[in-house]
């Protein structure tokens, strides 16, 4: 069972361009969060989606970043306009679709290191 | 609001030594907190979850953590730290309807 696939590694954009960043869940797995890392920050939530639903975006920026989960294919986190600010390592997650209970853990891809030129 | 807070961004032992990493969250509810592990350029690994079963949580690699509710607190522990252990660990607790809230995270460095 492979495990949460984000792709690509390492993204470097020039300013105004667009990212769009990949994340395959671990298989039997229909949440995804994901999370922004900036160093000395640790991870800052910002948007959890279950298949085709945007349940929580309230950490999203309210500009230039959107996310979806298609009921067919991986979270694609978009983001429009890049600014050096955006330079980060952006962390997707996946949890069972049993989430009922809450010490359900969740599992980290390997990231996707963008930078911003 | 949930959150947690992770006392000392940075941590220095020697190989052999205690290894103690802090994280105190707040919480109206039992929370459900957890520590993951990263090592550099990677994602983070679960090292430990509290479940309510046990106080006493036991995890990979050695490292336990206790949840003490008195105190608010969910320290992590390592009788002897290895220098594979060099890392930066992040403590986190379930927010009901939504993710993973986590702290800020502390490096831990072992040295020889």
């Known amino acids: 069972n492979a495990g949460v696939m984000q792709n690509p590694r390492h993204l470097v954009r020039r300013r105004g361009q667009e990212a769009r960043l990949r994340c395959s869940p671990m298989?039997?797995?229909?949440?995804v969060y994901w999370y922004r890392q900036l160093p000395e920050e640790g991870l800052k939530f910002m948007v959890y989606?279950?298949?085709?639903?945007?349940?929580?975006e309230s950490g999203m920026p309210k500009e230039r970043f959107s996310a979806e989960f298609p009921k067919e294919g991986p979270s694609i986190l978009r983001i429009q306009q890049v600014v050096r600010g955006d330079s980060a390592a952006y962390f997707c997650?996946?949890?069972?679709?049993?989430?009922?209970?809450?010490?359900?853990?969740?599992?980290f891809g390997q990231g996707t290191r963008l930078t911003v030129v | 609001a949930q959150s947690v807070t992770q006392l000392g961004s940075h941590v220095s032992v020697s190989e052999g030594a205690l290894v103690l990493l802090r994280c105190n969250y707040s919480?109206?509810?039992?929370?459900?907190l957890f520590w993951y592990v990263q090592y550099p350029n990677q994602g983070l690994q679960l090292l430990l979850k509290?479940?309510?079963?046990?106080?006493l949580v036991k995890g990979i690699n050695g490292f336990e953590a206790e949840f003490k509710k008195s105190e608010t607190s969910f320290h992590l522990t390592k009788p002897s730290a290895h220098m594979s252990d060099a890392a930066e660990y992040f403590c986190a607790v379930n927010q009901a309807g939504t993710a993973l809230i986590f702290g800020k995270g502390t490096t831990l460095s072992v040295s020889s």
């Open positions: 298989k039997g797995h229909s949440h």
């Open positions: 997650a996946s949890s069972p679709a049993d989430r009922g209970a809450l010490n359900t853990e969740a599992f």
């Open positions: 989606l279950q298949k085709e639903n945007i349940i929580d």
């Open positions: 919480s109206s509810v039992p929370p459900y």
């Open positions: 509290y479940t309510s079963a046990a106080t």
